[in-house]
């Protein structure tokens, strides 16, 4: 109620102050309207601090409070067609399989890449290569484990 009855307050400094033109007048209106706008973000702060604090899902209230704040809304977009390997993919099954496929499939061919290109080695890897020369222990190779649909939706039914 304080900060209502203070925006009317600087409502009418800033209206007194326009049409006069004394100069200790203006520069008291734009202290008042600096003072306003911190001890307003002081009370946002406060506020979202109090809400974050109370809410059983600190994530979620989180994104809401950055959702109002910069006003986004996510548009989710569904993807239509494929055309993947000559093949003109409709069905989403069918499109998330050849998603799956293809990322799958990429560790294979890296791998078999880097056996084959052995005296070429710095054009085809080079981030690789970096690594090796640069640490005294490279990263692990990347090894993508598969999993059931079941195993993938106990996993997704366990989250928040």
Do not use: W
Not at 20 to 30: A, E, G, P
Not at 66 to 73: D, E, L, V, Y
Not at 86 to 110: E, P, T
């Amino acid at each position: 109620m304080g900060i209502k009855t203070s925006c009317s307050h600087k409502r009418e400094l800033y209206l007194i102050s326009r049409n006069s033109n004394d100069d200790k007048l203006r520069r008291q209106c734009q202290a008042y309207c600096k003072i306003l706008l911190k001890v307003i973000k002081e009370a946002k702060k406060l506020y979202y601090d109090t809400k974050i604090q109370k809410s059983n899902n600190k994530c979620k209230a989180i994104c809401e409070i950055i959702k109002k704040q910069t006003n986004s809304h996510y548009f989710h977009t569904d993807i239509q067609e494929l055309m993947m390997d000559n093949k003109h993919l409709k069905d989403q099954q069918n499109i998330a399989a050849a998603f799956n496929d293809y990322f799958s499939s990429i560790v294979g061919k890296i791998n078999k890449n880097k056996i084959n290109n052995k005296n070429n080695n710095a054009k085809v890897f080079p981030t690789h290569y970096y690594l090796q020369q640069n640490y005294a222990h490279p990263h692990p190779s990347l090894v993508i484990k598969t999993f059931s649909t079941k195993k993938i939706t106990s996993i997704i039914e366990a989250l928040k």
